[in-house]
């Protein structure tokens, strides 16, 4: 039997989980005391991330922010649910945890065919219920398509999507201009 295995069959704390974390070769996200492991990546996928996080790092971080990539934990319901998304960014002074994001302000996730609905449907709705989260992009990595979902100040969601190279996003609270070509600098998309 191996670790994931045994782990799988236990409730855990978020302490006992962030020690296995910290000695386990497999990412586990924990939900309600369940450790769920995580599937690698593809190269298309982590490339997508690549693309997206070198576009905005500079300009995030000379505005107070910091950007972090898969291996940071984000904290999305406080001692219940801890997630790995793709893409970070929080204020700088968000460092309470050398190992958990508390209040994220941008969450991102490079959507595969079997993880698009739970991208766009579950883990929407989980990052939305943390209190800082201003927005939340899903990023195909299948077709040219990336959603920006962006928290409104009366708590509604607006989504927008993109499609085109040339679309621009535009998340007002950064003052930032992301090309969607950028995004998918040297990625081959199914025809």
Known sequence: MTATLEISDKLY????WLEI???????????YGKLIPMAGESKQ???IAGNFKRNVEVQLFE???????HDVKTE?????????????????????DDYIVKHP????????????HRDRVRKRREYFNVESLWYYLV????????????KREDGSIE???FTEPADIIEPPKFELKIVLSDIYWRIKLKD
């Open 63 to 69: 505005k107070g922010f910091l950007i972090f990539d």
């Open 139 to 150: 990023v195909m990595q299948d077709e040219m398509l990336v959603e920006l979902h962006s």
């Open 159 to 161: 989504t927008q999507w």
């Open 45 to 47: 996928a982590n490339n």
């Open 13 to 16: 704390t978020v302490k006992e």
């Open 76 to 96: 999305v319901a406080s001692s219940n649910i801890y997630r790995y998304p793709d893409l970070v960014v929080a204020p700088e002074v968000d460092d309470e």
């Open 21 to 31: 974390e910290k000695k386990s070769e497999v990412k586990h996200e924990f939900y």
């Open 105 to 116: 302000v941008l969450l991102a996730e490079v959507a595969s065919q079997n993880s698009r």
